[in-house]
């Protein structure tokens, strides 16, 4: 499989790890945009493999370039659609952190079952996920947090790391993304959740 960028039909779970040229725990960005997060997380932490998942080509492709120029080898790029990947491509306990940031909030109401936070998508996430493994998930649309946040609370392998019923306003350093700077230029307030899978 070519490591650097791979566009395929994975129809059946994968060994990600065999993908890297050293094992390290595992951080999966879905919906990653062009990349500008991830390859800042992959030079602050090392420590990590990293696995983007971009439906578009052209910023697939961009990841892929700033990640060569940089000469990092713990990350990889799959151009595909999220949503078709998680369900069978996905070994259980393999991932150490989950970043769904600034997904499409879908929000008309005749659209809303678009939206990737369903309890269906927690249950692979969290099937995903090792015992104690993080999910963040950040949105500038405060009704998505909220739905997401419900969801979350409601789903039985999953702790709020905040506290109960609490959504966070401030970025981690590391959390801010390129959509949360095009929500800060437009005065909207961003709203970051953490939960954590219960063993
Ligand atoms: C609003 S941008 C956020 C980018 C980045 N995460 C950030 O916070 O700056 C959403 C990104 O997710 C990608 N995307 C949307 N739905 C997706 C899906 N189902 N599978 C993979 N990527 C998706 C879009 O192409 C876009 O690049």
Known sequence: MDSRLFIQNL??????????EKKQ?????LGS?????VI????SQPQFNYI???????????IVQRYEKRNLTNIIVIQTR????IPHCFFNNHFHTIYLNFPDPWLKAKYSSKR????QFLDYLSAALIPNGNFHFATDVDEYAEFGLNLLEDHPKFKNMLGEKIISKTPPEIQKTLFYYHAQKDNIDSNF???????
């Open 116 to 119: 990737s936070m369903t309890p």
């Open 40 to 43: 800042e997380l992959a030079q």
């Open 25 to 29: 725990d595992l951080i999966l960005d």
């Open 52 to 62: 983007c998942v971009e439906k578009r080509m052209p910023r697939a492709r961009a």
């Open 11 to 20: 129809k059946k779970p994968q060994n990600f790890h065999d993908l890297f």
């Open 82 to 85: 999220f949503e078709w990947l």
């Open 193 to 199: 959740i953490h939960f954590q899978k219960v063993k």
């Open 33 to 37: 945009g062009m990349g500008e997060f």
